[in-house]
Structure formats: structure tokens, C-alpha cells
């Protein structure tokens, strides 16, 4: 069932210190061990413990799961480093399937976050569509800097959405995803080559 965390505290910016950088570091990394498991078993008092800050700390920055799951897979799209192209130009196809692939296998392999996805609705002014906002552009933003196309893109990263459903509900296997996955990426860069001007 969709979910809407209108009704929680706001969570607080990251911080800006350099002691109080280390501990949010230090709950998304100990969060990403959970978001191997469903959301269900994300319990923000574990969370707090296995990072060694207080859960008041916790709950500051992140007073759901949910929101320290979205905030968890923001980062990790963050960390992907994908150089920067001149405009107009694209990287070999070869780059384009390891970006969608590893976004692929970061929302296969941690199913508390594909819960959030799955469950959380944009709500005007909430920080939940803010972090969803965000995911949305920084995995876009990935994508693009090795399609060359904002387009492409956004079709490949829906691709990624129903390959992962279609991997969960068991229609396909993960091999067979992976496949459909790396052609789609090689469509797109067929496709791209036809449109070039002789």
C-alpha cells in the first residue's frame, strides 16, 4: 500500500560539522547492511546501536526507516563515478550497461529500499518527495552523463524499475533480466548511431 510520511517530524539537513559527518556516514553505512533485508525488519534502535550514536541522533536526521532507506539509496547513487562528457557525446555502450547495471543490482540486492520505492507516494512539501526528487535526478543525472541523452535515460532507469519487479515476482529469472538489461542499452546505442547525419 502506497505510503505517505506526511505526518512524521521533519528530518534534519545533513550536517556540516566534521564530527556530526561521520556519525550520519556512520548510520547510512551500518544502514546499508540492513537494507538487505525487507523494510520490516529496519528497526531504527538497531540501526542507532550498530552505529554507536544515540537514537535521538538517529531520529534527527532520519525519523523513519523509510526516510533513512531513500536517504541510504540517494547516496549510493551519489557515489557512482561517472565522468563527465562534452556535451553531445556518448560513452562506449559497454559504460552505459555497467551504470544501469549496478543501479539495477542496488535496487535488486537491497529490498528494503525497492520497498520504499514501491510504497512511498509524492506528498506536496514532505521530505520523502524531496528525497524521491532527488533519487529521481541524481540516478538520472548518472545515466545521462554516459547516454549522452536525458531521454534515453529515463526509459532505460523505468526499464531497470520493471526488470527488478519482474525479478522479484519471479517471471524472470536474474540472468534473464541481466540480458534484457544489456540489450535494451544496446538498442539505444544502435538506435543512436542510425539517427548520426552521413
Same mark, same amino acid.
Do not use: W
Given at each position: 500500500?502506497?505510503?505517505?510520511?506526511?505526518?512524521?517530524?521533519?528530518? @534534519?539537513?545533513?550536517?556540516? =560539522?566534521?564530527?556530526?559527518?561521520?556519525?550520519?556516514?556512520?548510520?547510512?553505512?551500518?544502514?546499508?547492511?540492513?537494507?538487505?533485508?525487507?523494510?520490516?525488519?529496519?528497526?531504527? #534502535?538497531?540501526?542507532? @546501536?550498530?552505529?554507536?550514536?544515540?537514537?535521538?541522533?538517529?531520529?534527527?536526521? %532520519?525519523? #523513519?526507516?523509510?526516510?533513512?532507506?531513500? @536517504? =541510504?539509496?540517494?547516496?549510493?547513487?551519489?557515489?557512482?563515478?561517472?565522468?563527465?562528457?562534452? @556535451?553531445?557525446?556518448?560513452?562506449?555502450?559497454?559504460?552505459?550497461?555497467?551504470?544501469?547495471?549496478?543501479? %539495477?543490482?542496488?535496487?535488486?540486492m537491497q529490498?528494503?529500499?525497492?520497498?520504499?520505492?514501491?510504497?512511498v507516494v509524492?506528498?506536496?512539501?514532505?521530505?520523502?518527495?524531496?528525497?524521491?526528487?532527488?533519487?529521481?535526478?541524481?540516478?538520472?543525472?548518472?545515466?545521462?552523463?554516459?547516454?549522452?541523452?536525458?531521454?534515453? #535515460?529515463?526509459?532505460?532507469?523505468?526499464?531497470?524499475?520493471?526488470?527488478?519487479?519482474?525479478?522479484?515476482?519471479?517471471?524472470?529469472?536474474? %540472468?534473464?533480466?541481466?540480458?534484457? =538489461?544489456?540489450?535494451?542499452?544496446?538498442?539505444?546505442?544502435?538506435?543512436?548511431?542510425?539517427?548520426?547525419?552521413?
Amino acid at each position: 500500500m502506497p505510503e505517505s510520511l506526511s505526518d512524521l517530524p521533519p528530518m @534534519a539537513p545533513p550536517p556540516t =560539522l566534521p564530527r556530526q559527518r561521520q556519525r550520519y556516514a556512520r548510520i547510512l553505512d551500518v544502514a546499508a547492511g540492513f537494507a538487505r533485508t525487507g523494510l520490516d525488519a529496519v528497526v531504527l #534502535s538497531e540501526v542507532a @546501536a550498530k552505529a554507536d550514536v544515540p537514537l535521538g541522533t538517529l531520529y534527527r536526521y %532520519f525519523p #523513519s526507516s523509510t526516510q533513512l532507506m531513500l @536517504a =541510504l539509496y540517494r547516496k549510493q547513487l551519489g557515489e557512482l563515478h561517472v565522468g563527465e562528457r562534452p @556535451a553531445g557525446t556518448r560513452a562506449p555502450v559497454h559504460v552505459l550497461v555497467g551504470v544501469v547495471m549496478e543501479i %539495477f543490482h542496488m535496487r535488486l540486492m537491497q529490498p528494503a529500499v525497492e520497498q520504499c520505492l514501491n510504497r512511498v507516494v509524492y506528498a506536496k512539501d514532505t521530505d520523502t518527495t524531496r528525497l524521491l526528487r532527488d533519487i529521481d535526478a541524481t540516478a538520472e543525472k548518472a545515466v545521462t552523463a554516459v547516454s549522452g541523452d536525458p531521454v534515453v #535515460s529515463r526509459v532505460l532507469l523505468l526499464t531497470v524499475t520493471g526488470l527488478v519487479q519482474s525479478v522479484r515476482c519471479r517471471r524472470l529469472s536474474l %540472468f534473464e533480466a541481466e540480458e534484457d =538489461l544489456k540489450r535494451a542499452c544496446s538498442l539505444f546505442e544502435r538506435g543512436s548511431q542510425a539517427a548520426k547525419p552521413v
